[in-house]
T-cell receptor, first 115, second 112 residues
Framework: GAGVSQSPSNKVTEKGKDVELRCDPI?????LYWYRQSLGQGLEFLIY????????KSGLPSDRFSAERTGGSVSTLTIQRTQQEDSAVYLC?????????????FGSGTRLTVV | QKEVEQDPGPLSVPEGAIVSLNCTYS??????FMWYRQYSRKGPELLMY????GNKEDGRFTAQVDKSSKYISLFIRDSQPSDSATYLC????????????FGEGTQLTVNP
């Protein structure tokens, strides 16, 4: 597609439930990132995929969070046993290659609300 | 203390004003400095990036980096209502693998 596509755009879930967030990057982009944007916190790095290399998971806040990227394209971020503090906008971005200046294209995000 | 500090505002200016947005940081290893613009309910979009110290101009936008003071700025000249958005600074180290550290963002409103 023309841009990074994320689904769903909004998700309301009950505390304790599992959720899956999907990201469809720009075709041909080898690098894919997940960030979380909370009120008053800015964007927080979660995880980074580059081609077939092992992902950089150093930003995942707990073992309830996991992500995978299938076939070097679509990525899914899974949050298990959701907590209220998980409420945030989850942003996915992709780029052509790994560059220190980012060069990201962001999706519009998934707004997650845990009630 | 956060690695990158940015005043969240909100900042409200009249159309045509010069806007100054700023960030300070503590990590001296940061080498790349970026400014992103984020409209409501949209993802951030890259406005400009600079490497190390210096100035960079692109139309009405000028980015400045002062590494000695650990201080970066974005200036918007002749501001327009369409500039109303949240502006986020972001930074990375040379070998960060593209991992960016963002400021909280400054919410700007330009009034017609």
């Amino acid at each position: 597609g023309a841009g990074v596509s994320q689904s769903p755009s909004n998700k309301v879930t009950e505390k304790g439930k599992d959720v899956e967030l999907r990201c469809d990057p720009i075709s041909g982009h080898t690098a894919l990132y997940w960030y979380r944007q909370s009120l008053g916190q800015g964007l927080e790095f979660l995880i980074y995929f580059q081609g077939n290399s092992a992902p950089d998971k150093s930003g995942l806040p707990s073992d309830r969070f996991s992500a995978e990227r299938t076939g070097g394209s679509v990525s899914t971020l899974t949050i298990q046993r959701t907590q209220q503090e998980d409420s945030a906008v989850y942003l996915c971005a992709s780029s052509l290659a790994r560059t220190a200046w980012g060069g990201y294209t962001f999706g519009s995000g998934t707004r997650l609300t845990v009630v | 203390q956060k690695e990158v500090e940015q005043d969240p505002g909100p900042l409200s200016v009249p159309e045509g004003a010069i806007v100054s947005l700023n960030c300070t940081y503590s990590n001296s290893a940061f080498q790349y400095f970026m400014w992103y613009r984020q409209y409501s309910r949209k993802g951030p979009e890259l406005l400009m990036y600079t490497y190390s110290s210096g100035n960079k101009e692109d139309g009405r936008f000028t980015a400045q980096v002062d590494k000695s003071s650990k201080y970066i700025s974005l200036f918007i000249r002749d501001s327009q209502p369409s500039d109303s958005a949240t502006y986020l600074c972001a930074m990375s180290e040379e070998d960060s693998g593209s991992r960016l550290t963002f400021g909280e963002g400054t919410q700007l409103t330009v009034n017609p």
